[in-house]
C-alpha cells in the first residue's frame, strides 16, 4: 500500500475510508481555488448527444444532407425539423419532415407532410408565411427547378410550384430542348427577404453552374410575392453578377430601415445596397475590400454590440474565415488577425448564436475536414467560438461540444426541448466510400444544451466524467511522454493519486457536496498548472485537457 505525500500534505491511499476522503477534498477546498490562465466566465454549458431522439435513416452514408431546418411546422407551438437531402451526383433523395413531441424527441412524419412525387436533389429549404394565413410555407433549392410548398396550418404541404417562376434553360441558340433538369440551373440557396418593403416575403436564389453551359458560374434571381404566395420573375433589379454563388446574407447594412445584400460567392463577395423599394447598387469597391475566396456561408449580425451588423464570411477549401466589422455607416474593416482564431479547414455552415446566454453572438461552424477532390474530405471536429462581448473569439470546442470527426455540412440551433437554452442538429455528408477517407457517416447528429447556470451538478459531472477517462488513459511509462518523471514508479504513483481523485469526483457527482466536488477539481488542476507547486505531474495534450477541464469546472460555479 502507498502513501504520497506532497507541500498539501498527506494525500491519502486507496484504502481510506468515505469520510477521510471528505475531509481531505475539505483541506483541499481552503485552498485558494485557482482558474489557471484563464479569469473565470460566466455562462458556462455543455452539448449532450441525443441523437438516438431522431429516427433512424437507412439512407444515411449514401446521401448527403446539406441543409436542416428547425420550424414550428405543425403549429402546436415547438420546433419541428425539416431535412434536406441530395447527392454528390445527379442520384434525388426523398427530403423529410420530423414532428418534435414537444420534449426534443422527433418521429418521423414526412408520408403525411410532404406532397407526393419523384424525389429531388435538395440543397435548402427557408420558410415564411407566404400567403399571409399565419403559418410557415417554404421554398426548397434543387439541383434543377425549385419547390414552393404551401403549409395548410397543421404540418400539411401542397405543392405549389406552379407559383414559383422557374428560370429559363441555358444553352447556345438552337440547341435542342429538352434539357435535363440539372441543366437549368443548380440552385445553392433560395431565402425569404422582404426586400421591396411591402409586407410580404419575396425570395432570393442563389445559383452555381448549370454544367456544361454555365461556367465560371449562373445568374442569381430575385422574385417578387404578390402577398398571396405567387412570385413573378424580376428583371433589373439585382446587378448582374455571374458568379459560382452559395448564397445571400441579408440585413440593414447601412441604417436606412431596409434589407440589403451581401451576394456569397466562391469567388469574390459583392455588396448590394437597397435604395427602399427592392433596386439594389453594387456598392462593393467602397464598403468591403475582398479578393477572390471560398466562401460557402456569410453571416450579417452584430457581433461587437455597437448597434450595427458585421460581416462573418465562413470559407472553404483550407482558407481562413474572416471577421469584417461595420463602422455604423455599411463600410466593413477586416479584423481576422485580431479577432478570430487561426484555423484552415472547409468550412460549410456559420451560425451566430447565444450559446452559452451570456448575452452576446457566439459562433458554431459545421466543416467536412481537408479538400481532397469532387466530393471528398476527410473529415474533422466543428468549433465553437465563444465571443467576450466585443467580437474577439476564442475557441471554446473542448470539453464542450462534441470532439468526433465527421463531415458536417449544416447546423441549426433551436430550443428543442423547451428549457429556454438553444440546442443543435448537425447535418452531414455521407456519400460513396472512397479510398484514402474515413467511411462515411451521414446520420444527422442531435444536441440537448445544458446550461451551466441552472444545472450545475450536472455540467461538475460531466467534467468528472472527463477528467477520469483522461486520468485513466495517462500511460505512466515515461517513454511515452505524458508523465513528467524519468522513473516509471514515481509516475505510477502519481497516477494513483490522479486516478484517486478522479474517483471521488465521478463518484461524488451525483450527491456530494459542490465545494467538495470543486476542491478535487482544484487539486487536479495543480497538477498539471506550472503555477503552482508541486511541479506539474503531467505534460502534452493530456494535460492541456485535465486544465481545460478543472477551469470548465471552476468556471462553470462562479
Known amino acids: 500500500m502507498h502513501r504520497f505525500c506532497s507541500r498539501d500534505g498527506w494525500l491519502g491511499t486507496a484504502a481510506r475510508n468515505g469520510a477521510s476522503r471528505l475531509a481531505l477534498l475539505t483541506v483541499v477546498a481552503a485552498a485558494p481555488v485557482v482558474v489557471g490562465q484563464s479569469e473565470a466566465r460566466a455562462g458556462e454549458f455543455y452539448l449532450e448527444d441525443v441523437t438516438a431522439r431522431l429516427p433512424v435513416d437507412p439512407d444515411a452514408n449514401i446521401k448527403d444532407t446539406l441543409d436542416v431546418d428547425l420550424a414550428d411546422i405543425d403549429g402546436d407551438g415547438d420546433l419541428d425539423m425539416f431535412v434536406v437531402d441530395g447527392s454528390g451526383s445527379v442520384t434525388p433523395f426523398p427530403n423529410k419532415v420530423f414532428a418534435n413531441d414537444g420534449h426534443g424527441n422527433f418521429t418521423d412524419v414526412t408520408a403525411t407532410a ?9 440543397t435548402e429549404v427557408e420558410f415564411a408565411d407566404i400567403d399571409g394565413d399565419g403559418d410557415l ?24 410550384s406552379a407559383n414559383l417562376a422557374q428560370a429559363v434553360p441555358p444553352g447556345p441558340p438552337g440547341f435542342s430542348v429538352p434539357f435535363p433538369p440539372f441543366f437549368i440551373e443548380i440552385s445553392a440557396e433560395a431565402r425569404f427577404a422582404d426586400v421591396d418593403g411591402d409586407g410580404d416575403p419575396d425570395i432570393l436564389i442563389a445559383n452555381e453552374n448549370p454544367l456544361p453551359f454555365g461556367p465560371p458560374g449562373d445568374f442569381n434571381r430575385l422574385l417578387l410575392n404578390d402577398g398571396s404566395g405567387v412570385f413573378t420573375e424580376t428583371q433589373g433589379r439585382l446587378p448582374v453578377s455571374i458568379n459560382q454563388s452559395a448564397g445571400y446574407a441579408v440585413g440593414d447594412i447601412d441604417g436606412d430601415g431596409d434589407l440589403d445584400l451581401i451576394e456569397v460567392n466562391i469567388g469574390a463577395n459583392n455588396v448590394f445596397i437597397n435604395d427602399g423599394a427592392g433596386y439594389f447598387t453594387d456598392e462593393t469597391a467602397t464598403r468591403l475590400v475582398t479578393s477572390p475566396r471560398s466562401t460557402r456561408k456569410g453571416i450579417l449580425a452584430d457581433v461587437d454590440h455597437d448597434g450595427d451588423l458585421d460581416f462573418f464570411e465562413g470559407n472553404s477549401r483550407n482558407e481562413q474565415n474572416r471577421l469584417f466589422l461595420n463602422d455604423g455607416t455599411g463600410v466593413f474593416t477586416d479584423v481576422t488577425d485580431t479577432h478570430l482564431p487561426v484555423r484552415l479547414d472547409t468550412t460549410t455552415d456559420v451560425d451566430l448564436v447565444d450559446i452559452d446566454l451570456d448575452g452576446d453572438l457566439d459562433a458554431y461552424i459545421t466543416n467536412v475536414g481537408d479538400f481532397v477532390g469532387g466530393h471528398g474530405f476527410i473529415g474533422d471536429q466543428d468549433q465553437i467560438l465563444l465571443n467576450d462581448g466585443a467580437g474577439h473569439y476564442t475557441d471554446g470546442s473542448y470539453p464542450r461540444g462534441d470532439d468526433r470527426s465527421g463531415r458536417g455540412t449544416n447546423a441549426e440551433w433551436g430550443d428543442i426541448d423547451g428549457d429556454g437554452d438553444p440546442d443543435l442538429v448537425v447535418a452531414n455528408s455521407g456519400g460513396t466510400d472512397q479510398p484514402g477517407l474515413p467511411p462515411p457517416d451521414g446520420a444527422e447528429r442531435l444536441y440537448v444544451n445544458h446550461t451551466c447556470d441552472t444545472e450545475l451538478r450536472a455540467c461538475l459531472g460531466f467534467a468528472a466524467g472527463l477528467v477520469s477517462s483522461e486520468v485513466g488513459a495517462l500511460d505512466p511509462d515515461p517513454a511515452a511522454g505524458v508523465m513528467t518523471s524519468p522513473h516509471q514508479a514515481v509516475n505510477e504513483a502519481r497516477q494513483q493519486v490522479l486516478a484517486f481523485f478522479a474517483g471521488q469526483l465521478v463518484s461524488g457527482a451525483p450527491q456530494a457536496p459542490i465545494p467538495a466536488l470543486l476542491a478535487g477539481f482544484v487539486f487536479i488542476q495543480r497538477r498539471v498548472d506550472g503555477d503552482h507547486p508541486p511541479p506539474d505531474w503531467v505534460q502534452g495534450a493530456a494535460a492541456d485537457r485535465l486544465l481545460i477541464l478543472s477551469t470548465f469546472a471552476v468556471d462553470a460555479a462562479h
Not at 410532404?114 to 435538395?122: D, H
Not at 410555407?137 to 405549389?160: E, K, M, P, R, W
Request: hydrophobic share 35%; charged share 10%; proline share 12%.
Open 114 to 122: 410532404l406532397p407526393p412525387g419523384p424525389p429531388a436533389n435538395s
Open 137 to 160: 410555407d417554404a421554398v426548397v433549392s434543387n439541383l434543377g427547378g425549385n419547390q414552393l410548398l404551401v403549409n395548410d396550418g397543421a404540418g400539411h404541404f401542397s405543392d405549389a
